[in-house]
Each structure stands twice: as structure tokens, then as C-alpha cells.
């Protein structure tokens, strides 16, 4: 297991059909890009989960800090007018 | 031509059932010997990937080891085919045998032989033998991913640390004698491939040595010069690494006959 210990690790998402969003479902550990699909590949798509593969240095990824949750989060929760559900569908529109 | 079997001469039913075999046994043996790696490989992901492999390979020799019984006609079937045969009954070349040694050693055995059932496969397709032609298209798309890892490997391998380079080369030093084999092309098949049922393997060598010499220069490797060769795993002369891996593998057909799960 030393190897892994040098290699960077990767964020995994999987596009489970055409149309669909990826979606993150872990991690791996890999050299380098190209070694992180393969991984990704044997690691996350053995029960045919998906069509598609991206991969993310992990430290590309810019997250938001857990200790400001109050401030950015918070403030939505009272405005419950945000969500479109104060409409009368007319029944001819079947999707939506 | 699959479908007439019943009425295909005696001579022709043995030299395809044999052909089969050759097939059905580079997969089996290759994949109980990847098998040995599970819970060994240098990181995880990499214990998963030579995992699959080997599935792969095991699903491949299921289907070659069935079809075999059927065209023997003689009531075995892929179990019996595959536990419980004696050793110079197997079919594989000698080089899917060798042990595992380190990871290095493990990719370039799998990058030789990948590349070889890769265009074995490809050919394959369009065998007269409509069977054996949709077993190798599924294989086929198998055998890409397989030499796509360990060629990738073989290149980060051989193109990486001073250390690295030199061990993958002594590996294929070692290995690359068994090669011979895989183009040593026999009466019985030449036949089959005058009919149409395999491919020429001189087709199948020119191929295979385009391929090894494009991953070995990526990989700033020495292609090494042929030497002589005594084994000949697919008439059945085998090295004594076969007998160990039987051994282990048939272990227990043998101590309970019959038993399933």
C-alpha cells in the first residue's frame, strides 16, 4: 500500500445513462489523470453504474467552509416563497 | 459450419475441440493466475483492476469450455473441462503459467499475451464458426480494456524510475522466449484456418509484433532476440509451474467431486 500513500487522490463522477447528470460517487487514489479513469473504471463501474467517467484532482476542488454554514445557508430557510409551488398548474400541461 | 457439426468429419470435430481448448485454457490459466493477486496488488484500485481481468478471462473460457464439450460430444461440460483434466491435457501456452513475480513481471506477461488475444479475438470475428465468431466479439471488447491497462502500465513501467525500467526489462528478458510458441502454427490448425474456421497465425504474428514493438518503444524498452525454446504448453509440454497451479485450482473438484455453491 505504499504506492497509493504517493499517488494524489481523485474525485469520481458517473453518468449512469445518457441525459442524466454525474454524479459523485467516491474517490481513488492514482498517478495521474488516465490512471485515475482506468481506476475509476474498475473501481466504480463493475456493476454497469454508468457511460461516462469524470475525474477531479480532489484538490481542485474549492469547498465551502462548514463554519459559515449559518451565513450561507441560514438566510434561505425562512423564504419558503422560493419554491414554485404558490402556482395553479393549468391541467393541460402535462409536464412540468 | 457451427451448425453442422453432427455430419463434420472426425478429424475436424478433434482439431476444433483442440483449438477450442487452446483458446479456453490461455483464459483460464491466466485468470487463476491473476486470481492469486487479489488482496496482493500494489493498491487497491490496482487489486481491482487485475480482478476484473480475471473475470474477464474466466467468462471467456466458460463460454470456449462449453462449446468445446458440446463439439467433443462426449457429455463433459465446462466444469469437467476445466477441474478436472490432467496437466498435459491443458492447452495454454506455457507463458500464461508463469508465475506471477512482481507486479512488473505480472504486466508484461499480461501485456504479451493481451496483445495476442487481442488480435486473436479480432480475427476471430469473422470465423466461418458463427459461435466461436459472437465468443470472440464479446471477448474482443474485453481484451481492449485489458491491454489498454497493462500496456499503460508497461510504458509508466519501463519510461519510469531507473529501477523500474530495469526490472520490467529483465521480465521481458525472461518472458519473452515463451512468445515463440504462440505463432507455432500446426498441421490441424493450418487446416482450420484454410477453411476459414481460425485465422493464419502468420497474419496474427505480424500484427502482434507491430503492436509490442509500438508499446515497447514507448516504453523505451529493448525488443529481445529470439532464442531457443522447449516448451510447448499448447500440444500440452508444459514447465512445472502448470502442475502448482492445477494443484490449487482443482483442489477441490477433486477432494469433493461433484460439490457446488
Known sequence: ?96 | MSSTLESAAPATVAARFDYLLQLADTSLILGQRLGELVGHAPAIEEDLGLANTALDLIGQARLLLAYAGEIEGRGRTEDHLAFLREQHEYRNPALVEQPNGDFGHTIVRQVLIDAYQLELHDQLQNSSDLRLAAIAAKALKETRYHLRYSGSWLIRLGDGTEESHARVQQSLDQLWPFTRELFDEQDAERALAEAGVVPALADVERHWSGRIDGLLREATLQRPASTPYHWFGRRGVHTEHLGYLLADMQFLQRTYPGATW
Open chain 1, 1 to 96: 500500500m505504499t504506492v497509493s500513500k504517493d499517488w494524489p487522490l481523485y474525485e469520481i463522477f458517473i453518468r449512469a445513462r445518457g441525459g442524466l447528470d454525474h454524479k459523485h460517487v467516491g474517490s481513488v487514489h492514482a498517478a495521474d489523470a488516465r490512471m485515475a479513469l482506468e481506476h475509476a473504471r474498475d473501481v466504480y463501474t463493475r456493476r454497469l453504474e454508468g457511460v461516462s467517467i469524470w475525474v477531479v484532482r480532489s484538490t481542485d476542488i474549492v469547498a465551502s467552509d462548514p463554519g459559515e454554514a449559518d451565513e450561507l445557508f441560514e438566510p434561505a430557510r425562512d423564504k419558503v416563497y422560493r419554491h414554485p409551488t404558490f402556482y395553479d398548474i393549468p391541467e393541460a400541461v402535462k409536464t412540468l
